[in-house]
Every structure is written in C-alpha cells, then in structure tokens.
C-alpha cells in the first residue's frame, strides 16, 4: 500500500506539468502524450517484476473449479458486508479525487493548488504505516471506522478552512491520513473472510473472494464514484473551460467535500454489521487448525 501511494504521488504529482510540457498549447494531445507516457512505463515495469517470476510450494495449492468457488460465498455474510463496504469506501474516495482538479479550478481559483493537493496526498501513507498500533486497541473494524471518521473530520475541516492554504492542507491531510487507514483495512479484513468461507461450507476459495473483494470492488466503486459526480455536475450546467454559474460551482463543492462526507459516514453501517463477525474469528481459526491438524494426520 505504501508502494502503490508512493507511485501515485509521482503520477499526480507530475502529470499537469508534463502535459504541458508534452503538448504546448494543444492540451488535449499533451494529455494523450502524457497518459500514454504512464502506460508505456506501467507495461515496462510489469514486465520487469513478472516476467521471470515463478511460484513456490504450489504442490500445496489446490486449484479448485469456479463453480465451487461460488460456494464459498454462501451464507458468508461477513464476506458480503466487507465487500459492500469495500464499493462504498471506494465510490466515496474516487468521487473525492476526480473533482479535486474542479474543486480548486474553479471554486478556490487556482489551479496551482491540485498537483499541490495531488502531492500533499502521499501523507495517507503515515495512516497505513500507524494501523499496526491502531488494531491493537481498536481492532479491524473498529480501526477502519477510525480511519473513515478521521477522513469525515478532515472533509468538514476543509468547509471551516475556506480559502485559506494552510488550514486547507492540514485539513487535507487528516482526510488523507484517514482514508488511507480505511483503505489499507478493507485488503486484511477481506482475507479473514476467506477462513469464514471454509469453515462455514468447506471451501477456502482464496483466488475468487480475494479478487472479488479487492479488485472488483475498487473497479465497480471508482467507476461510480467518477460517473456520479459527472452526472452531478451535469445536471446543475457544468461546462468545461467556463466560467461557471452558482449552481455549477455548488455541484462541484458537494461532489469534493459532502458527497465523500455522506459516503464515508454510510460505510460505517456495513462495518458495524461486520463487528460480531470479527469478534467470531478466534472460533474459526481454532476450527480450521484443528481441522487441518487431523488431515495431516
């Protein structure tokens, strides 16, 4: 997670100059130039990290047919509330980051402030690296609740701070940090509903819960989380490279600083629910180590 977040800071960071750089006055082929730039280094580096990659001790792994994977998921409630939590999360996050360019353009009027922002974000590192201490008195739902309630505080900070650079940036950052121990959470969490998937039918699907409530949730959430703030915008006359009327600037305001707020506080539901569960793992380990003893036997 600090790895990927580092990558981003260089990404967001660095995107609007090199696109002015690579297109000039044309801005729309200097951010053809500049994305396509990003994807010829993504190709390259992937790669180079898997190209002469090979598994280990796969004798121990057994493959298992996709229809007996979706076994896994019945009645495994925990699984479902992680997941659902995880595309709330998600939709709430990319709502937040795909208007901050809008956001600072026109409502604050300066757009010298996003890749300032975009960088400032790499703090939500210093969130992930801190979850260790915080799982400890809160455990993992308790330490995501945290974290979503730092990054509802931080948003509402950014209201009181008006245009005012340094109370936005320290608002900024407790939103960041607060959001980066949310996301972090939700990739553990999702793991301990695999156990719940084999001691509750008998199957450990790790492959198909994993990417089902990792990969798929961050895709269908940050799908809806751009399409929905462009509807929003949309609808109150948003129109690009414009001065924008009252309405246009209010749509844009409520999909950077509210609609994040109200998501966030929505995603603490699902987490609530997953509470018992969690509270339930110490029973399924024991089982699954007993279970696995007497196999080996």
């Known amino acids: 997670m600090v790895g990927g977040n580092i990558g981003n800071f260089f990404a967001v960071t660095f995107i609007l100059p090199l696109a002015a750089f690579l297109g000039g006055n044309n801005a729309q082929r200097g951010w053809s130039l500049a994305v396509l730039l990003y994807a010829i280094v993504a190709v390259v580096l992937l790669l180079v990290a898997f190209a002469d990659m090979r598994e280990k001790n796969i004798q121990r792994t057994k493959s298992i047919p996709i229809k007996q994977s979706f076994k896994a998921a019945k009645r495994n409630w925990p699984w479902f509330l992680i997941v659902a939590a995880n595309i709330i999360f998600w939709i709430g996050l990319t709502a937040r980051s795909s208007t901050l360019a809008y956001y600072f353009q026109y409502n604050m009027h300066n757009s010298g402030y996003i890749s300032l922002f975009n960088g400032f974000s790499i703090i939500q590192v210093v969130g992930m690296a801190s979850i260790p201490f915080i799982v400890k008195k809160f455990n993992k739902w308790g330490t995501t609740v945290f974290g979503l309630a730092a990054a509802i505080i931080g948003q509402l900070m950014m209201v009181v701070s008006g245009s005012h650079l340094i109370p936005l940036l320290i608002s900024w950052c407790i939103a960041c940090i607060g959001s980066g121990i949310a996301c972090s959470m939700f990739f553990a969490m999702v793991g301990d509903t695999v156990d719940y998937g084999e001691w509750k039918n008998g199957v450990r699907a790790s492959g198909f819960l994993t990417a089902i409530g990792s990969s798929f949730c961050i895709k269908m959430g940050a799908g809806l989380g751009s399409f929905i703030p462009s ?67």
């Open 231 to 297: 509807v929003i915008m949309k609808t109150f006359h948003y129109v690009p490279n414009h001065v924008q009327s009252a309405s246009a600037l209010s749509a844009i305001k409520f999909s950077f600083i509210w609609m994040p707020i109200v998501i966030f506080a929505l995603n603490i539901i699902p987490l609530y629910m997953y509470k018992k569960y969690e509270e339930h793992e110490p029973i399924v380990i024991r089982d699954l180590m007993n279970k696995n003893s007497q196999e080996e036997m």
